[in-house]
Structure formats: structure tokens, C-alpha cells
């Protein structure tokens, strides 16, 4: 019997690996399909409750596996039209750079302009990208990208995405001088806009307004001093929906304050991520953001290890669009027109159409 079984072994050996690669074959079309983030949850809703994928064991031969597959469910078509749209929105960048007189080099940027970008530069030296992330446009699924290729033995999800707050040694700004220049001039960098106005607006939904999801800290930090600027005399502490800040006063606010004092969430793209000064090789569209994420993620050759997290937006491009103006036309004119005149340059850099009002 004994004898019997050792000569089975490699059968068996072979079985379990075929097993494996069917397996993981399984689990990568369902996750191309809904665009998932692996996460051990969902793992198990296609592979079994009773299997588990984090076990050192498994994961060795899950991984291998899935490595070896994963670079046949590629969209060549798809990634095709993604590349001559990158080739128009590059041409786009390049002519309003040189129409406009925005800064050219990081080198010569202001130092506080210098300080913004290189904090909100993301570096994975693994796969040699740097990602320049803005508030309000996906960037904490970037940043669950990050935190899940950073871990670079893990299976993806076997590991915690909820605490991203450790994500100081990635930025360039911790990186030494010299580091710095040769990760901007050999790492494949790219950026993710949307339609500023919308931006913006979804910024005071989220962070100012009632029924925002994020208003603790911003009414703290942002919402009193906004309230003591524009309310004179009145108690500045935000504890009714009757005290919380209003869009035509958020509005008022941007306009009275210098560009250096906006917080990230609504700073303009040409401060953030200063396009002009540095040379993305891609610039996503928050419009196309599930498609195009992950062809950057196949094109820095991390499509073995994650893919982006399904981000559905609730609302057509049109019904945002239609949201945004509605916003709009309650401002009064010279409020339209400041707006409008602080994020000219975010629509023309990316080819968004300024609303006309």
C-alpha cells in the first residue's frame, strides 16, 4: 500500500497544481468581469467558504498560477482605443501648456508649490510608477492599489485595506533630493482628473455640507473659520444644519483666500499635480476610471497582483453635468465667474468644456 501511494504522488502532485490553475482560472473571469479588488471575502464567495487563500500552503500555488494566466485576458481592442484617446488628451496638455504661462520645470516651482506636489506624489518602487493623487477623484482606491502592492509577498487580499493612513514612506517627498530626480525621470507617472466644477462640488457635498458623509473635521477645520470670515458676530461652532456652511458661502470663501491656502480637496489640478512641469505618460479620465485604472495597472505590470476596485458612479456624466450647473446658476454672477476664473486652467489643461452660463 505504501508503495502504491508513493507512486501516486506525482499524479496527485499534478492534479493539485491543475486544480489550482482551474481554479484561479475561475476566480480571475469573475473578477475582470465586475472589476473587483481581490479581497479575501470575495475570494471565498467564489472559491468556498472552507478554502482558504491566505494559508502560506495555498497562496504559493495560487499565486503561480494566477501569474501565469493572467496576461491572456487582456483587452488588446480595448486597450488600443484607450491609447489613440491618451494620444488627443497628451496633445491637448502640451498645446495649453504652451499657450499659458504655467510653470515649466519642478525645479523652478515655489517652494510651496514644490512642498504640495511632492506630498501628493506616490511612489511604488517594485513596479517603478508614480502616482500623483487628487482628492475627489478616486484617489483612496488608488491609494487600496498602493497599500495592496506594497505588501509585495501577500496574496492579494490577505491583507487590511481599511488603514491607509501609513502612506508617508511612500510619498516622494520623504525620498532623499537625489532620489527624487531620478524616480521623476525613469518611473512611469500618471494622474486621474474629473470636470473641476463637479470636483469641487463634490468636495463641499462631501466635507461642508448637511448631509455630508466626511463634515467633523472640515467644519473644525475649515467650516468656523469660513463662518468668523463671513458671518461676523456670530458664534462660529457648527452644531445645526442651520449653522453648517452654504455653497454660495463656500464659493465666497475660495475667492477670498490665496491659491496656497486651498486645501487639497479643492486646490486646482495645476497645483497639485503641476502637469505642465511634469510629463505624465498618462492621464486618466474620472469618467472612464474602471477601464483606464486598470490598463495603467496591466501597463506598470501589476495585473497579476491587483486590479482596481469596482467604482461605479451613481450618476450619469449628463446628471452630474446638469447638477453641476444647477449649483451654479444660485451663485450670483460675480461668484459664477470667479469660480469659473480660479479653475480655468484645470478645464483647459484636460479638455473640459468650460459651462457656459
Known amino acids: 500500500m505504501g508503495s502504491l501511494l508513493r507512486r501516486r504522488s506525482p499524479l496527485m502532485s499534478l492534479l493539485s497544481v491543475a486544480s489550482a490553475f482551474v481554479l484561479t482560472l475561475i476566480v480571475h473571469r469573475q473578477f475582470v468581469a465586475r472589476d473587483w479588488l481581490f479581497t479575501e471575502e470575495r475570494i471565498r464567495e467564489l472559491i468556498g ?81 508614480v502616482y500623483c493623487s487628487v482628492p475627489k477623484v478616486a484617489c483612496t482606491h488608488w491609494k487600496q492599489v498602493l497599500k495592496t ?80 470670515m463671513l458671518r461676523p458676530g456670530q458664534n462660529p461652532e457648527i452644531r445645526q444644519r442651520k449653522d453648517f456652511v452654504t455653497w454660495p458661502e463656500f464659493a465666497e470663501y475660495l475667492l477670498k483666500i490665496e491659491l496656497k491656502d486651498f486645501n487639497e480637496h479643492w486646490m486646482p489640478y495645476e497645483h497639485l499635480c503641476q502637469p505642465c512641469a511634469l510629463q505624465y505618460n498618462f492621464i486618466g479620465h474620472y469618467e472612464n476610471l474602471n477601464s483606464e485604472s486598470n490598463y495603467v495597472i496591466r501597463k506598470v505590470q501589476a495585473g497579476g497582483r491587483v486590479a482596481f476596485p469596482d467604482s461605479q458612479t451613481r450618476r450619469s456624466m449628463s446628471a452630474r453635468k446638469r447638477k453641476v450647473l444647477a449649483h451654479l446658476h444660485t451663485l450670483r454672477q460675480p461668484l459664477q465667474d470667479g469660480l469659473i476664473n480660479i479653475f480655468a486652467h484645470s478645464h483647459g489643461l484636460f479638455g473640459y468644456d468650460i459651462p457656459e452660463m
Open 49 to 129: 467558504s472552507d478554502v482558504n487563500p491566505c494559508a502560506t500552503g495555498n497562496q504559493t500555488q495560487l499565486r503561480r498560477a494566477y501569474i501565469n494566466v493572467v496576461s491572456k485576458f487582456h483587452s488588446t481592442d480595448a486597450d488600443h482605443k484607450i491609447e489613440a484617446e491618451q494620444a488627443r488628451r497628451q496633445k491637448q496638455l502640451k498645446d495649453y501648456c504652451n499657450a499659458h504661462p504655467l510653470p515649466r520645470t519642478v525645479k523652478g516651482l515655489p517652494k510651496w508649490q514644490q512642498t504640495v506636489l511632492l506630498k501628493h506624489l506616490h511612489v511604488n518602487e517594485r513596479h517603478k510608477f
Open 149 to 228: 502592492l506594497n505588501e509585495q509577498e501577500a496574496w492579494p487580499g490577505c491583507s487590511t485595506f481599511n488603514h491607509l493612513k501609513d502612506t508617508a514612506g511612500m510619498r516622494l517627498y520623504s525620498y532623499p533630493r537625489e532620489d527624487r530626480s531620478r524616480i521623476l525621470k525613469t518611473y512611469y507617472r500618471f494622474l486621474f482628473v474629473r470636470n473641476p466644477l463637479e470636483r469641487l462640488l463634490s468636495a463641499y457635498l462631501n466635507k461642508l455640507h448637511p448631509n455630508g458623509s466626511d463634515t467633523d473635521y472640515f467644519n473644525q477645520r475649515f467650516g468656523q473659520n469660513i463662518v468668523r
